[in-house]
């Protein structure tokens, strides 16, 4: 399972259509350093948004393009674009200013028109990703059908788009298998957290074979938001055994810098670094203050700490196995 950050698009409601350069420079730098492999950016409601509905962002489209540059080695970038949006020259500027891709969005029932956007996005040289908007308007079945539909126009990768929230798990493992029996081409997920369900629809994904999954920073998103990408790579480590020092390297990065800047935007995440690592390594917060003071006094980092002892001791770890741990780390 790949992780697809769409903070810097999907997050961006947040604070409104758009990053500013400085937020959108911090997010980047942070998610290529834990290696995350995909990123959407840009405009909240997608590319031309700016120009076409009045969709203010922060920055145009290409002032995002222009930010990406640095990164564009580190990770496959690209932005999101509504059907409804599509003008053939800001495709051809995407492509020219490198973008891996564009993914493009239609509600579910709607992609026998896409046909020509979808081209578009291949003759600029990018991938063309694919969105079922409101998946759940279709049964799976009609659903995998126009997926196939969609493959045959070219699309590179499908996504499963629960843009209400309104899944439970095992309505998306349905929906997933019945894409993955009908498509070649990788299947994502897109769950919004209205019923609370993000993070086990999420699961029930990928157990049903799901490529990609969709999540946000801090899990910002429209409307209740996405599952967070921090929790999403805390899955990887937990179901898939990979990814455990990205994991670590993203979460720092969230208490450090993304936090801090984030809860000046009024934005306060639900779930915090140090909560998320109890849940992962099944440490107590009874421990908490215990750990942070050896974490302090030997330099070393506290949720590395916390999940080496914890893989020793989850019942009653002692001041002198902590120390012994920090040593070692």
Same mark, same amino acid.
């Given at each position: 399972?790949?992780?697809?950050?769409c903070?810097?698009?999907d997050?961006a409601?947040?604070?409104?259509d758009?990053?500013?350069?400085?937020?959108?420079?911090?997010?980047?730098?942070?998610?290529?350093?834990?290696?995350?492999?995909?990123?959407?950016m840009?405009?909240?409601?997608?590319?031309g948004? @700016?120009?076409?509905?009045g969709?203010r962002?922060?920055?145009?489209?290409?002032e995002y393009?222009?930010?990406?540059?640095?990164?564009?080695?580190?990770?496959?970038?690209?932005?999101?674009?509504?059907?409804s $949006?599509? %003008?053939?020259?800001?495709?051809?500027a &995407?492509g020219?200013?490198g973008?891996? /891709?564009?993914?493009?969005?239609?509600a579910?029932?709607?992609?026998?028109?896409?046909?020509?956007?979808?081209? #578009?996005?291949?003759?600029?040289?990018?991938?063309a990703?694919?969105?079922?908007?409101?998946?759940y308007?279709?049964?799976?079945?009609e659903?995998a059908?126009?997926?196939?539909?969609?493959?045959s126009?070219? &699309?590179?990768?499908?996504?499963? !788009?629960?843009?209400?929230?309104?899944?439970?798990?095992?309505?998306?493992?349905? @929906?997933? &298998?019945?894409?993955?029996?009908?498509? $070649?081409?990788?299947?994502?997920?897109?769950?919004?957290?209205?019923?609370?369900?993000?993070a086990?629809?999420?699961?029930?994904?990928?157990?049903?074979?799901?490529?990609?999954?969709? #999540?946000?920073?801090?899990?910002? &998103?429209?409307?209740?938001?996405?599952?967070?990408?921090?929790?999403?790579?805390?899955?990887?480590?937990?179901?898939a055994?990979?990814?455990?020092?990205? /994991?670590?390297?993203?979460?720092?990065?969230?208490? %450090?810098?993304?936090?801090?800047?984030?809860?000046?935007?009024?934005?306060?995440?639900?779930? %915090?670094p140090?909560?998320?690592?109890?849940?992962l390594?099944g440490?107590?917060?009874? /421990?908490?203050?215990?750990f942070?003071?050896?974490?302090?006094?030997?330099?070393?980092?506290?949720?590395?700490l916390?999940?080496?002892?914890?893989?020793?001791d $989850?019942?009653n770890p002692?001041e002198?196995? !902590?120390?012994?741990?920090?040593?070692?780390?």
């Amino acid at each position: 399972m790949v992780i697809m950050d769409c903070t810097l698009r999907d997050g961006a409601n947040v604070v409104g259509d758009g990053f500013s350069k400085e937020l959108t420079q911090v997010m980047l730098d942070g998610l290529t350093a834990a290696h995350v492999p995909i990123i959407e950016m840009g405009n909240a409601k997608g590319l031309g948004a @700016y120009e076409i509905s009045g969709a203010r962002a922060a920055l145009t489209d290409l002032e995002y393009m222009e930010l990406a540059q640095p990164y564009l080695s580190r990770a496959q970038v690209g932005m999101f674009l509504n059907a409804s $949006r599509f %003008r053939s020259e800001n495709v051809a500027a &995407a492509g020219e200013h490198g973008l891996s /891709f564009l993914r493009v969005g239609s509600a579910a029932g709607d992609g026998k028109k896409t046909e020509e956007v979808i081209a #578009c996005v291949k003759k600029h040289g990018m991938k063309a990703f694919y969105s079922q908007m409101k998946a759940y308007l279709l049964p799976p079945e009609e659903l995998a059908e126009e997926a196939a539909l969609l493959e045959s126009f070219g &699309a590179d990768e499908i996504t499963i !788009m629960d843009s209400a929230g309104t899944m439970v798990p095992e309505e998306t493992a349905r @929906y997933v &298998a019945a894409l993955k029996e009908k498509v $070649r081409v990788p299947v994502g997920f897109h769950g919004h957290n209205n019923l609370g369900m993000a993070a086990a629809n999420a699961l029930a994904a990928y157990e049903a074979g799901a490529d990609i999954i969709d #999540c946000g920073l801090l899990g910002m &998103a429209r409307s209740a938001g996405n599952i967070a990408t921090e929790i999403a790579a805390a899955l990887l480590v937990k179901y898939a055994h990979q990814g455990e020092d990205d /994991f670590y390297r993203l979460l720092s990065f969230l208490d %450090r810098k993304l936090i801090p800047l984030m809860e000046k935007e009024g934005y306060r995440p639900s779930i %915090r670094p140090l909560d998320l690592v109890y849940g992962l390594t099944g440490a107590h917060s009874s /421990f908490g203050k215990r750990f942070k003071a050896v974490a302090e006094e030997k330099q070393v980092d506290l949720f590395r700490l916390i999940a080496a002892v914890s893989a020793q001791d $989850r019942k009653n770890p002692s001041e002198e196995l !902590m120390r012994q741990t920090a040593d070692r780390l």
